[in-house]
Structures are given as structure tokens and as C-alpha cells.
């Protein structure tokens, strides 16, 4: 069974490279239009050239989805640049060498290096809620982008 995505609009996080990259793709030669951010310029360029040379109408932004302001301007452009969404892909994420984390006394954990993850745990918890819910907001009838 071959996927049909046609006339589909879908915005991923973290599509500048790997998996967010790969799913991107997937979709434009399904037939998807997609809107796309990094937090590295030279990587979203890249990733659009690659989506572009598939075919269709894309867009792309730089975001850092640890702000809360850059998604919800991310969405807006989206929505202004492709039109209503149909699907969303939260694949931004931070990563970091796995190993043994414990707590310490402010509740902050570190990682077997000593590393601070409380940054990193608060984004990958915060970001897909906050993701999920513009869209819904984006399709509202009274909702308005700032």
C-alpha cells in the first residue's frame, strides 16, 4: 500500500538533520508540504535545499524550542506560509551521553559526568505539550497569532 500525503501541511521540530530530517522527506515525496526549524542556520538550509529538490512549497524557520515565544512564532509563520496544519511532529530534542543520573539536593540531576539535566528533562517534558496545543489554537477561529 503505497502512503498518500497529498495536500497535506505538517510542521516538524528539529528537522534540520537525522530523524526529523528523514521524516520530512518521507513525507514530501508522499506528497506533504511541510514546515520545518532547526536551531542551526546552516542545517535548516540544507535540509530545505533537500526538501526542495523532492518538489513542492516548504517552509523553514530557525527555532529554539526551549522558548516558548520562537514555537508559537514558528507555528504562526507556518500557518501564514502553508496554510492550516494537519499534523505536527514534535522530534526537537537535546541530546546527551547516556549514563547513571542522580539527584542532589536542589532536586537537579546529574548525569555519571556531573552534567546538569534539569535543563534538558524540563525541555523534552515542557516542548511537546506546548507544540500540541498551537495547533489546536492555530485552527481556532478566534485564535490569533501574536
Known amino acids: 500500500m503505497e502512503l498518500s500525503l497529498k495536500g497535506k501541511k ?6 534540520g538533520a ?3 530530517l528523514a521524516c ?7 506528497g506533504a508540504e511541510v514546515a520545518i526549524c532547526d536551531v542551526e542556520q546552516a ?3 540544507e535540509a530545505l535545499a533537500s526538501l526542495t ?7 523553514g524557520q530557525l527555532c529554539d524550542v526551549a522558548s516558548a515565544d520562537a514555537v508559537a512564532d514558528f507555528f ?17 530534542g537535546v541530546g546527551s551521553p547516556l549514563g547513571a543520573a542522580r539527584g542532589n539536593r536542589r532536586g537537579r540531576l546529574r548525569s555519571a559526568h556531573g552534567h546538569q539535566s534539569q ?3 524540563a525541555l523534552h517534558a515542557r516542548e511537546p ?3 500540541c496545543r498551537l495547533p489546536v489554537q492555530a485552527t481556532s477561529s478566534t485564535w490569533r497569532p501574536h
Do not use: C, P
Not at 76 to 92: F, T, Y
Open 10 to 15: 505538517i510542521l516538524i521540530t528539529g528537522a
Open 18 to 20: 537525522g530523524i526529523g
Open 24 to 30: 520530512a522527506e518521507a513525507f514530501v515525496t508522499a
Open 43 to 45: 542545517r535548516l538550509d
Open 53 to 59: 529538490a523532492i518538489g513542492g512549497n516548504h517552509y
Open 76 to 92: 504562526a509563520n507556518s500557518v501564514k506560509a502553508l496554510g492550516a496544519l494537519d499534523i505536527v511532529l514534535n522530534n526537537a
Open 119 to 121: 535543563g534538558r528533562l
Open 129 to 131: 505539550s506546548r507544540s
